[in-house]
């Protein structure tokens, strides 16, 4: 505990030294003496084994905090010279000395950080006028009582600025800077680097990061709000900001340590299920992971913005909002590039570029991908089908400049813009090739951007019987009839046989289809390719040269763990061992964020102290498949401007014959399809929702309509009876009344796991009376304790989240 107290005299062994260097192993916990040092980050390429802490003679000094005077201003503008946005930081501090205000009149705050009269830091706050808006949109009561604090009492941190020497000062800064300003709450907001929104001084940024915690996301209810009328929420609460990262530092915060990681983690891939598990590892308030890496193809997702690209369908995982509102960015650095190679012996992986990225725990999860069509090479003069067709192989030639795959946002992008520089103004054909949801996306992404649907060819492959890109054959039906209206030529069950008639392909002018009758020949100004989805080739070669376990997926235990106990792997790269006897179900049959999640849990066990050590199952149980609940979603827009939601449960795959489905006349269904205005919801066999599917004209609001899925009729106002009434013609309709936010609001499953804990003992009372009495109890919610136990419940439900429900009356206000 005192260690640090012998640093004085190391100082004093050696006089001309002014710092003080320590090493310690990457993967050893950090002991209390290293609290007081400065950690350099390693760079991300970096194979040395070793962490490097510093600590400065000047450290010694003990720091003293106290309110900012005008005198300070020539040090300060010293401390912060060179520094980015050091102007806006000086123009507060110049408005903090004349009216005690910023210019939108709000109270500032100015406080020095001072060591034997010298200023080593500043530290300028506000008062948060965004309080209603925080608690709305950010999880902050999971760190504090929102009824315990004044709104007075909440600060947000314009600008902090601390020599590097002094960091070990730092929650002792904030702790006076508390006190002194009298607030309990300190708010940080980080903005993505593309928004002038940003404009705090922030140096360094890993100084506040050490002390605060990150605040998640919370999902948001989207309120019918004309509807509503004077019964929606605040205009604070409702009013779109600019999203933001939220980092929180309280009193009570300044005194819990966090535990320091330094393993290095990399995550190979920025899929679902990569992004799901960086979330909840960055997101754990006690621990600090100071490695986490991530290798992209394209770099971060939330470099780009996601509105408005188009071509592809969405899972609705990840947003660009939501990636803004987490705290990636802070804790996360970012490879850009492809992995090339694995080398499990030195713990390393080979970047394109002839970058080396070292692991101490590597997580593969970089998910299937639309692959380079390769041409079958057939010759067209001769008679020929499909069915005689070999199996295509891995393309090698040169990829033509004007065609395009399809798999990320990046893709998309730079598809989008060269169609608009080279395309749309033109007379060529497009053609899009492939048999998935996302080549009816990209038809409706083609028109939008003005492309006259003539010049447009759908070539669709073959598909495997029993597969259809559509849960309803009306739907399917439906999307034809509008690519027909939009004169969209569609063509069926093709494959590629060549590419400008076998000579070299770029640029490319000409394709030609093997079909069940006469070859498809078509002239070809763009080629999009959404076909052959597979392992990336690069990533398949680094996997099977380092000698692991690849059976068409990369091959895995229940534990997420590959043939290297270094190396998991997650997400529809991989498959379960055929140990497991479990060929049907893999990663792929499930929701990827879940995924993700449970990844992340069974890793923190290997790091977080609170967390019981793992524990090998028994036999019995090792060769059992992890299931999941979460439903798998898809949803874009499709041909005839539709907007288009499926979401269902979990499936396995059909290894054997035709999937099931699900018999029209078992679901809730309002609308049709030709109209625009079709919502189907199903129920299983305990009248619990398990699919639904809207395909509407109208956009609609899908966080609402998610929140929907494992909910019980009865939960729905009595879905099941009042449709089959005659009382619902219309889902859209039913689900924009008032009474329909109290579901959708994010604690409602709290709400649920309440009356279930009411209901199971209301259940134990009634089995003991119906034993102990041969008269039959009364049903058991009938008596007056469990009626008063469920409502006293449902009203402190309403009445503590009444900022969110305020349609709802509650008690003493009327």
């Not at 002839?354 to 380079?372: E, F, M, W």
Request: some cysteine; hydrophobic content about 40%; proline content about 6%.
């Amino acid at each position: 505990m005192r260690s640090v107290d012998f640093i004085p005299y190391i100082f004093n062994h050696f006089p001309d030294a002014d710092f003080c260097i320590i090493t310690v192993p990457a993967l050893s916990p950090e002991f209390l003496l290293l609290q007081s040092f400065l950690r350099v980050p390693p760079r991300v390429t970096s194979l040395l084994p070793l962490e490097l802490y510093v600590f400065h003679r000047a450290g010694l000094r003990n720091v003293k905090v106290r309110p900012a005077v005008a005198a300070d201003r020539p040090a300060v503008s010293d401390l912060v010279k060179g520094l980015r946005l050091n102007e806006l930081l000086l123009q507060d501090l110049d408005c903090f000395y004349e009216t005690r205000r910023d210019p939108d009149g709000v109270a500032l705050q100015a406080f020095v950080a001072q060591a034997q009269s010298q200023v080593v830091g500043i530290l300028i706050v506000r008062d948060e006028q965004d309080i209603e808006y925080i608690r709305a949109h950010y999880n902050i009561e999971n760190f504090i009582y929102f009824s315990h604090h004044r709104y007075e009492e909440h600060a947000q941190i314009r600008h902090f600025v601390l020599k590097p020497f002094f960091q070990h000062f730092t929650k002792q800064v904030f702790k006076e800077v508390l006190r002194l300003a009298h607030k309990s709450c300190l708010f940080h907001r980080i903005y993505a680097s593309d928004h002038s929104q940003e404009n705090s001084c922030v140096h360094h940024l890993d100084f506040v990061l050490n002390c605060a915690v990150p605040v998640r996301p919370r999902r948001q209810i989207i309120y019918p709000l004309e509807e509503l009328g004077i019964n929606a929420p605040s205009r604070q609460i409702t009013e779109n900001q600019t999203a933001f990262g939220l980092y929180l530092i309280s009193r009570k915060l300044t005194m819990e340590p966090k535990v320091t990681i330094n393993a290095r983690i990399v995550v190979v891939g920025a899929s679902d299920t990569g992004l799901s598990l960086l979330e909840v590892l960055c997101s754990c308030p006690h621990l600090r992971f100071n490695n986490l890496s991530l290798v992209s193809t394209h770099g971060f997702p939330s470099d780009y913005n996601h509105e408005d690209v188009g071509f592809l369908s969405t899972s609705h995982a990840y947003s660009s909002r939501d990636l803004a509102q987490l705290p990636l960015h802070s804790y996360v650095s970012v490879v850009t590039g492809k992995m090339l190679g694995i080398n499990r012996k030195s713990k390393h992986i080979r970047v394109s570029g002839g970058r080396k990225v070292p692991y101490d725990h590597l997580v593969l999860c970089t998910g299937l991908q639309y692959q380079v069509p390769c041409p079958t090479g057939v010759d067209l003069s001769q008679p020929v089908t499909i069915k005689q067709l070999q199996p295509q192989s891995r393309y090698t030639g040169p990829v033509p400049s004007n065609l395009f795959t399809l798999n990320d946002l990046s893709d998309c992008i730079a598809a989008r813009r060269w169609l608009c520089a080279n395309f749309v103004e033109l007379e060529d054909n497009a053609v899009v090739y492939g048999n998935s949801i996302d080549v009816f996306t990209t038809i409706e992404t083609l028109l939008c951007l003005g492309i006259q649907g003539n010049r447009i060819h759908l070539v669709l492959p073959p598909l495997k019987p029993g597969d259809s890109c559509f849960s309803d054959s009306a739907l399917e039906k439906a999307v034809a009839m509008a690519m027909n209206k939009a004169k969209v030529q569609v063509h069926h069950n093709c494959l590629l046989a060549q590419m400008n008639d076998g000579a070299h392909p770029d640029p490319l002018t000409s394709v030609s289809f093997t079909t069940e009758a006469e070859p498809l020949h078509l002239q070809c100004g763009v080629f999009i390719n959404l076909s052959n989805k597979g392992v990336d080739y690069d990533a398949f070669k680094s996997i099977n040269n380092s000698f692991m376990v690849f059976d068409s997926r990369l091959v895995i235990n229940a534990t997420f763990h590959t043939s290297d106990s270094a190396i998991c792997g997650a997400g529809p790269l991989t498959k379960f061992s055929r140990c497991y006897y479990a060929d049907e179900w893999s990663h792929a049959n499930y929701n990827s964020k879940e995924v993700g999640r449970d990844l992340a849990a069974a890793l923190l066990p290997l790091f977080d102290p609170t967390l019981e050590p793992v524990v090998e199952p028994p036999p019995e149980q090792d060769r059992l498949v992890p299931l999941y609940k979460k439903p798998k979603i898809q949803g874009g827009k499709l041909p005839g401007g539709y907007n288009y939601l499926h979401v269902t449960k979990p499936s396995a795959t059909n290894l054997t014959g035709p999937a099931v489905k699900i018999l029209q006349d078992s679901g809730i269904t309002t609308g049709r399809v030709e109209t625009g205005n079709y919502f189907c919801i199903h129920l299983d066999c305990n009248e619990v929702v398990e699919a639904l599917t809207c395909f509407s004209l109208k956009p609609f609001p899908v966080s609402n309509y998610l929140s929907l899925y494992g909910k019980h009729q009865q939960l729905l106002g009595q879905l099941y009876n009042l449709y089959h009434q005659g009382l619902i013609p219309d889902l859209y309709s039913f689900f924009r009344q008032s009474w329909c936010s109290a579901i959708f609001h994010d604690r409602f499953s709290d709400f649920e796991q309440e009356l279930q804990q009411i209901s199971s003992t209301a259940d134990e009372e009634w089995s003991q009376q119906a034993m102990d009495s041969d008269v039959p109890p009364q049903d058991r919610f009938q008596d007056a304790q469990s009626q008063a136990a469920l409502r006293s419940s449902a009203v402190k439900y309403l009445t503590y989240n009444r900022n969110l429900l305020p349609m709802f009356a509650y008690p003493g206000q009327l």
